[in-house]
């Protein structure tokens, strides 16, 4: 009962060109904690999460996400999905447990927008810097934006609808939120696996591409503060501070050195499964997206990784 | 999968001295909707949820709560539990469905505290005052405080530790936090259903009284401006602006005319099943309960209803 | 001693298109308090003023600013202002007590940016709407963006430099921040009268156009709800919420129905006379008007009224 | 014109009784910056500051405000004020430039209230840590609280309305709310010198002592972090986060390690020669001095150094 089978987004895999200065961008500006490195990977978290990394960061020639992956709730629900994907003739792999520091078994598949998902059950936990006795609200040392938690990845690409019905038949997922043509097509939707307002969103694309990973702040203050370090710290901005229509969250968006997209997102609201799907209207995908502008900026089409 | 079973606090029922003064107050100043009332009783719901009511106020000779209800996922759910109930010898009695005004059957049992807890499954869902089709991000003509959306409530009563095996066994319960003593004992219970940091708490006390029911606000401006309304309004306040030790929330509380009390609450955690149980050592109670101050204000002890 | 001649800028009328039309933007949106109105003009106040008025609306065919018009601190100012003025052959018209409604005589001079200034020392005071003994934090009843005192105007014209001249040595105002070109031209400044960032500011420009009236709002939070009220009413937008960089003030923009741009502002510093000038290059202009974009969007230097 | 005489407070010299210890706590935890320090005293300003420094700490044996200083735009007002302070009898005392470092000349003289009152025009200028051309706004490296300008003392001492009339007929000081007996007498009063709400207030008692010197924070969520800080470092609080009546401010207050009360402050308004005088009825000086507790905490009357 209460949180089942998959329970949030757990972490996410990106490419990054050149790693010492992605650490850098992710540790001093984004405030997230380096938990481990090697030559090839760094993990990292944020502050007020206790599971070793939600972001792992990986050299490579070009930027982008290799995988996305949701945290269940036991073993047996690795098992179950497992079946359940194989039962519908979807290939799976399993990755062994270590193959990323900290974290048990994983399984993989592909979804047909062209995105790899997995899933785990086991993480190894360092805390979130406080004790578990008698804890203070914030541990010393907090750095630049202080981002708090890992919240969602946006991914662009084809076949929107059928990756919704998988991961909803599969795995549990509600929409929460989705946009939808004249013609009643969905072309994006806004995936939640328990509270969240959402913790995947899709927008129907030619090409699997990644839109941004976003972490939680605590306040549209923090969010105003984020805004000047993005300033004062010379970040590439994309929008911001502004208001999403959909999921009404408090946002603002910039790119890592490597030209990942990055959000911090605050505010929104607590989902429950008898909350009834928000739908909007493409032709209104201006004021979804960009709730206070009404309309899209360029880059937000235009610019993935 | 996802969210299952309990899914949240879902009303409660308390007694009022006097209705429309009552209405008044969670009305004008809590910022509540009415959504029904009869002579006897009024239904109210926070601007942001979609059922019918969480709050029912009932005209009596005494404050204090009738009950509190979760919301179940389905109506098997409620099947099942009470069945667990009865297998465990714990009376259950069923109320029919309409009892309270777009209420589906509920069933409800005694806690050791010797609380009521009732739980259903269905309730008419009037709307938060949005379209569902590219809302905006609240409706206009809110009033007050602006509740957004009941949050808890607090409970004091003699058998903590009984009740809280009860609440975890069947219902699905989380302890998020808790108090124990020096002994060990458990005199302090913060119970989650899903991804709160808590559905209802409990206190060790000598007599099962009300303690505080709590509704949600967005921001710690909004707290001082509920503080603002409190003062202008000669609303009898209890303590803050202040923050929580447990749960972190930031808060105020005041009592509506009836002497009831209420909360209303921000910030906090998004608890997950596998975020670790904070303890708290009766000793650092003060801390726990009211961060700021560090102590506990005589009245926090000792004014229930 | 202490704050003598210039206090403030105290009022601007502007043009508009449909008086019941600009009434209704500035009352219910914007939250100004209407004091007063006939068939030619209506007067507003934001609610924490207690003079008559700081906006006087006067319908016409084309929109714009009539006049901008800072209040001294005693009649006796004005004439020894009216004497330096002639001293340095600049013409004078005497306005009689009246023509505004609540407002004494005022002087009116033109500068070589070629727009009307006013000066006036008496007012009607109405009052900020709470008891001068034992008030309260803030009236009942405010609405919309809930402006609250009259903050500056910006303007566009040729002859800055002259401009700021005759300010600075008759009017004692002072530069606070201003904008020069490679060749240490000045081709902006933000002149305050006594302690606010700015009571007026120019920028070079071709010819004498209204740029933006400003009014305070208390915090960010309250930013993001003007700019929620902005989405909500159709507002037309211009840029925001952002902050700028000359001032550091936190700000948006927008337009009334007439098409002269509003601007809602808060944050920003506190002068004084020994505070250095601080000074920004052309090449910075855009860190300078929005920092967090770091560039000018197209409208700020195109839609003038 | 525009602010003349007297400017603001400019500095306050207080007693610690180890000056490491109080440095630590300045520094670290309140967030000013250290400019200069000997053997016996230090010097301190907010980070948004550019005179050399507005705290200085001089160790002793007893806690305690050595003197308050107020700044003058020019020497001659230095000269002036003497003038008319001798004309009076009263006693000046004239003190030579680089008593203070970095300070020039200063005149001091004791008002009936008992504290020691100096004057200074001039003082070095170190900066607010931004260049003067193209600023960010703010510096890196800010710690604590990140109080940014000294913004008042409150004393306790007899005769208030005697200090009232020396310093409004003298230095030119306006009474901007004051607190009155059912007899009429003043026994409280808040005066300002240009534009904050006040610069300096007095509380009748019967011997001349400190209460609390405040600095200023930019919002309410920094009175929030502020609060968290206090909690965290184990500071010892006395009252907050709350609001004032009087000026309206957002505030807490705490001790430093030797018992001076220190303030945060946030919010209020601006003060001009023409806004009336808000008098409060000495039977609501709690709504006036704490607004939402409604009533004064008894170390506010009773713990002063």
Redesign the interface.
Known sequence: ????????SGHVQIRVLDLAAAIHHYTEYYGLILTASDDRRAYLKGW?E??HHSLVLREADEPGMDHVAF?V?GEN?LDRIEGELRERLIAVTQIPAGEQLGVGRRIAFTVPTGHRIELYATCE?VGNGLP???????P?GLKGMKAS?FEHVLLYGPGVEATVALLSSV????VAEDVVTEDGARIGAFL?????SHDIAFIEAPEARFHHLAYWL????DI?QA??I???KNIA?DI????H?IS?G?TIYFFDPSGNRNEVFS?S??H??????????AA?LG??IF????RLNEAFLSVTT
Not at 240 to 243: D, F, H, S
Not at 291 to 294: A, I, K, L, V
């Open positions: 009962m209460a949180i089942e089978g998959v329970m949030r007020d206790f599971d945290k709730r629900d936990q578990l006795r008698n804890p203070d609200v914030w010393d938690r795995l549990g997922f509600v939640t696996a328990a509270s969240k605590e306040s549209w203050d105003r805004a000047d993005i300033r004062k901005i911001g501070p502004t208001r229509g009404r408090l505010g609201y607590q429950y499964p008898d909350r009834p799907t928000i739908t909007w209207d209104e004021k979804a709730y206070y502008e009404g």
